[in-house]
Structures are given as C-alpha cells and as structure tokens.
C-alpha cells in the first residue's frame, strides 16, 4: 500500500485508479480540498474513495459529492480491517484501490423505525430558452417550508461562506455557463446542495436538502411546500433517511431514505394527460396548480402496499425507470 503521493495535494495515496484521502475525524466536510480533490479524480478517469474511522461521519453535502462523483466511502474499523461506509461490504486493497473481499456479501442492513432520521428533499427545477431564470428560488421555497425560515447561506465548499443571495448565484452560476456548478446551501437545521447545469437549451436546477428530524415537520407544511413547487418543478421526492440526524451519516448501513411523497410537474402531466394522473396508482393522488401547469402530488403514506411498492408502481405508471 505504498504509493507516491501525487496527483492532488490532499491525497495521502494516489495510484492509476484512485487518490485515496484519509479523514480521521468526527465529522467530514464537503471542504474545499475534498471537493477539489474529487473533480480531479473525475477528470483524470480515477476514483476518489474516502477512509474515515468506524465513529466518523459525513454532512450530507459531503455524502452528496461522494455520490455525485461516483466515489467511495471506506471506513476502517478498529482491527484495521476495511468495510464501505454505506453498504457494509468488506473491503481489501488490490495495490491501486478498494475493491470487495472476494466472496464478500452485502449485510443486511439495520432495522430503523418507519420515518426516523432526517427529512431529505430532492427538487428538479428546469428552466427553458427564454424563461426567467430565477436560481435559488427552490431552495428559498423548501426552506421557508420545512423551517419556518429562508436559507441562511451558501459556498462552493464547507463551511459556506457566502450570506444567501438568490441573485449573487445567479451570477456566480452565470460566469461559469454553460459548464455545470455545484453549490452548499445552508438554513436553520437544514443543509445541502444545490447543482446547476445546462440540458439541451434548458438550464436545470437541481437541490438536495437534508433536514430537519422528519417527525419534527407538520405535513401540512410539505403539503404547502408541494404546492408551491407545483408550477414550476419537474420532480419532486420527500423521504426520511433513517441513516442521517441532524445531518450527518453515520458508518452504520442503512436503507434507502424511505419515500412519503413524490410530485410530477406540469410537464409529465401535459404529455400523459389528467385524467391519466388521477389514476396514479398511490394512497393518496392530488392534482396541484392551475391553468396548463398542474402538477400531480402523490402520497405513499398509508395504503395495502408499502411506500416502495407504491413509488414502483407510480414509476411504472408514469413509464419511468426505476431509479431515475
């Protein structure tokens, strides 16, 4: 395991396949270096995989880079012995990366309580040719909902340095078109990331926010918060990830974030028709906004099938992978 250290300033081993950055502490930032560090990995065709100690953490910023640049989480335990941070799977060094133990299985996960840990929001927003292009306003939106309060601030890295500023991203997203730019966005108990990128002509605006405890919000307030986002978005999912408090992962493997709620906006609904949506296959199906820009809100709380089971058959519903 013994390799010249270059490649990124940040990596304690970097080979042909991987730059390797170790982080032994309670809990690790999306900081600079790791967000540098992982778009290097990305250009040069290698992976960035992270080791942390078996009591480390991620913030979901930084849980959300590792994913948005296909990285690795490796958590060394206190035999020396490796596991990935998100799937418990053992783990061995090849001479060059992580890689599974041969005949190595998944473990099951632990069993969490329906609904525990933090509420995570993801919001697609696009913006077409000639639209106003309003950067930010989703992420004012969630946040007013889910805390009562507007963002706080934002960054290209952890800790955020930037008071918020719908306007300041804007241009500060704008110098950077047509490539794609990736920001932290912070609020009272809330933090995420906001990634801006252009599809075709459109410009798409993609958040995901982490927070607060999903039991501690009303539904009256997400049910607001679908609303307000059903004009504009064109997808939206609320779930509560049992794996995250207060922001932070923990090395424990856990489920997926459980679904509560999923919202089509205007444009699926459009192509497939109303009467189409009201026959989506959920506990409880609402059609939201007004005009040719309704949008179908979709509850999976309740009902014979579970919240799984109900999204899978809405995807199919919809045509729409599973996974996308």
């Not at 997926?256 to 444009?267: N, W």
């Not at 906004?289 to 109900?310: M, N, Y």
Request: aromatic residues 4%.
């Amino acid at each position: 395991m013994v390799e010249p250290v270059n490649g990124h300033p940040a990596a304690d081993r970097a080979t042909s396949e991987a730059i390797v950055v170790e982080q032994f502490r309670a809990v690790v930032p999306a900081s600079t270096w790791l967000v540098d560090a992982a778009k290097t990995a990305v250009e040069s065709g290698r992976v960035l995989q992270l080791v942390t100690g078996e009591r480390s953490g991620l913030t979901f910023p930084m849980e959300s880079l590792l994913g948005d640049a296909r990285a690795g989480w490796v958590v060394r335990d206190g035999s020396g012995g490796h596991r990935d941070g998100f799937l418990g799977l053992p783990l061995d060094w090849n001479g060059t990366r992580f890689v599974p133990e041969a005949g190595a299985t998944i473990p099951a996960p632990r069993k969490y309580a329906p609904g525990s840990g933090d509420l995570e929001v993801q919001i697609s927003t696009p913006f077409p040719a000639g639209e106003p292009l309003r950067l930010g306003r989703s992420t004012e939106i969630a946040m007013r909902a889910l805390t009562g309060a507007g963002p706080l601030g934002w960054g290209v890295a952890e800790p955020v340095t930037e008071p918020w500023s719908a306007p300041d991203i804007s241009a500060h997203c704008l110098a950077r078109a047509p490539g794609p730019v990736s920001l932290v966005v912070v609020g009272e108990g809330v933090t995420g990331r906001l990634r801006v990128s252009r599809v075709d002509d459109d410009v798409v605006e993609e958040l995901r926010i982490s927070g607060p405890a999903a039991g501690s919000v009303d539904t009256r307030r997400i049910e607001d918060l679908a609303a307000e986002c059903a004009g504009t978005a064109r997808r939206m999912t609320v779930g509560a990830a049992p794996g995250r408090t207060h922001g932070v992962r923990s090395t424990i493997p856990a489920p997926p974030a459980l679904p509560y709620g999923v919202l089509f906006g205007h444009e699926l609904v459009s192509a497939v028709g109303v009467a189409h949506a009201h026959r989506t296959p959920a506990a409880r199906v609402r059609l939201l906004g007004i005009g040719d820009r309704k949008a179908v809100w979709c509850r999976l709380d309740g009902g014979a099938s579970t919240p799984f089971e109900q999204l899978t058959d809405i995807l199919h519903h919809y045509a729409t992978p599973v996974g996308s």
